[in-house]
């Protein structure tokens, strides 16, 4: 029995205690600090867009683009935007605290993400966009959906925020997007404890991520002609994530590291593996995970249990949001089938690939997954 | 001429660096981190409440906090909560994004409260809480409130972010809320930059605070039945609040000891200072405001133009909610009239209180004023 192996753990080895011990020293607390301007900088450069804007965290990222989105573009009340059904809540969310209307797209067997062939047939003349995540570590087919975005005059919202530093055909995710958004959560490639960031090539959607995250405050500092949120990031969090950006490159080749150990231990089992790559895109692998094979008995929930009894933490795959009871409860849903979504829900879970994993723990891992069948 | 005065500075002398060292020594950043759980009991522990829950700050803290209550207490869409209208917008806009209305009460001409002998007046049937804030550091006459929310069965909703380790007739600000909330913001006697907490002796209302902070995650992980928010704070945050709690009774003294400065220096200028004390409470200075005379013919805009030429930053006073043209674009109106809150905010204005301000700064700046007359 090995000790408790957690889903994740973050690497701060690098210049993370200088630069937090630097913010202590001078004073340098709040979101005016001097790490988040730089963090701004750093990370819009990295990710080839212009401006970045940064946030206390992912959804609250997606929220706030929609909701600059909404104002810049003039959308409507319930116009709709495509949203992967395989995915976290955040993005259904940030939809709907927004008034628009999510239209669910399921995903590829193979990839898990958004169905490209799949969006054409529920762009509407009310579709205004399209929201594309890159799950777990593999970039969507971004070409395909800049055609269509292109067709159908949509904008794209690219929530990258399980691919920093990943690129799809040699270009960085993130510089797709008319708007782009991240997550610096715990177990994200450039992690903060928590933290987002917006990016865009557009000033004024920028502009007014800047305006709706800081309580809409104008020159006159207490007159608001608007409603905002408070969504401001400290410095703090700014100076980890400045630290953390510093060595994404050694950060990526160490999850690649252990999602390459993965495949090749787990290659014989009957369950699909995290697609190593695609012919635009290889997996960086945010997150390791397995679809266990139609024909095996076993579902992930059980899998879990026992790998949790052998120390093992595990994460279930995302609730296809279109059977989410939070969603359907707002009146949200149609006659559309994702049967893949919901078929790797009850198949899905992903592993650990924490900073820190070992060899022998990987090796540990992989033995007690072959036991379950 | 001086060099820049800004309005407010932390003083991080104790153990924040110590406590941040520890967070990157051991991997510890994220919201789950041992300096979240034990900023949420000391910081209860402290105000006199058996709950704590940290969020991302202030305002989060009071959206979440009436979530809860409207969830907890089955109030209904439009219900009204009492409301002081001077005051910063967070608390009206907490109110409008749980769908609640906001009613706003104006405040005393000679501590800025809210004045208790006009709150019943707008008391009707709808009348579920109140909103209690204690503006600038000076306690509101919560006995007074208190009576009137048992004979009209009120919850309070006690909003401290203006006083942490304030006492009203002896006993904790923060104590007396059904539910209380504090922000952390860098000019706070508490500041981790931006950070909040919501408190409360309730656990059911705790619970709920913390189902709805975080994304109203349930025990299958990814499957939601309502809509929440990522309000989670960082263990990065709550170390530095941690290490600044333990020393709160210091930076009160200086806090006391500037406002002390101030009170002599100022004491014959045609303006109304914050009030030093009432029977009730002492003022801990937060920040220091002053309401110029309504004979003289200088305004708040005037007199801090000819400060900042002075190199000395100031702020100037809540503009009334009820003016709020985010608020009256909601048709959020009455005929209720608030005379004091709208003039306090043509003529107050407060001065530089950062905990590293030197006597001879708070002579200078003193000295500006006095020439302003």
């Known amino acids: 029995m090995s000790e408790f192996i957690p889903v994740f753990e973050p690497l701060l080895d690098g210049n993370e205690k200088k630069y937090l011990n630097e913010c202590i020293d001078k004073g340098w607390i709040g979101s005016n600090g001097p790490f988040v301007k730089q963090l701004e900088h750093d990370f819009s450069a990295y990710c080839c867009q212009k401006y970045g804007s940064t946030v206390t965290n992912g959804t609250a990222a997606l929220e706030v683009a929609l909701q600059a989105m909404k104002d810049e573009y003039s ?56 929201i594309v995540v890159h799950i777990y570590g593999l970039p969507s087919d971004m070409y395909k959906i800049l055609d269509l975005a292109k067709k159908y005059n949509l ?21 797709f997007g008319d708007i782009s958004t991240f997550s610096f959560y715990t177990n994200k490639h450039v992690a903060s404890g928590e933290g987002g960031i917006v990016l865009s090539s557009d000033k004024n959607l920028i502009d007014k991520v800047n305006y709706y995250k800081n309580l809409c405050f104008t020159k006159d500092r207490f007159v608001h002609n608007h409603l905002g949120h408070n969504l401001r990031m400290s410095n703090l969090q700014a100076a980890v994530a400045c630290a953390q950006l510093e060595k994404i490159e050694k950060t990526i080749a160490i999850k690649k590291h252990i999602g390459g150990l993965y495949q090749e231990l787990l290659k014989n089992i009957p369950a699909k593996l995290s697609k190593a790559k695609m012919p635009y895109a290889e997996n960086h692998y945010w997150v390791f995970g397995l679809v266990l094979n139609d024909d095996i008995k076993l579902n992930a929930k059980t899998a879990m249990e026992k790998l949790a009894q052998a120390n093992i933490e595990t994460r279930p795959f995302f609730y296809s ?12 849903k149609d006659n559309i089938s994702r049967p893949v979504s919901e078929k790797i829900y009850e198949k899905g879970f992903y592993i650990p690939t924490g900073l820190t994993l070992t060899v022998e723990k990987i090796e540990y891992i992989s033995n007690q997954i072959k036991a379950l069948f």
Chains 1, 2 share one sequence.
């Open 321 to 332: 949001l279109h059977l989410q009871r939070a969603v359907l409860n707002l009146g949200i």
């Open 75 to 130: 959308w409507s009340d319930y116009d709709e935007i495509i949203v992967p059904s395989f995915n976290i809540i955040s993005s259904a969310q940030a939809c709907i605290y927004n008034k628009l209307k999510p239209v669910f797209v399921d995903c590829e067997d193979e990839t898990w993400n958004i169905d490209v062939n799949k969006i054409e047939q529920v762009i509407t003349p009310k579709t205004r966009g399209i």
């Open 155 to 175: 904008k794209i919202i690219e929530d990258a925020a399980q691919a920093h530093g990943m690129t799809y055909n040699g270009k960085k995710c993130g510089s």
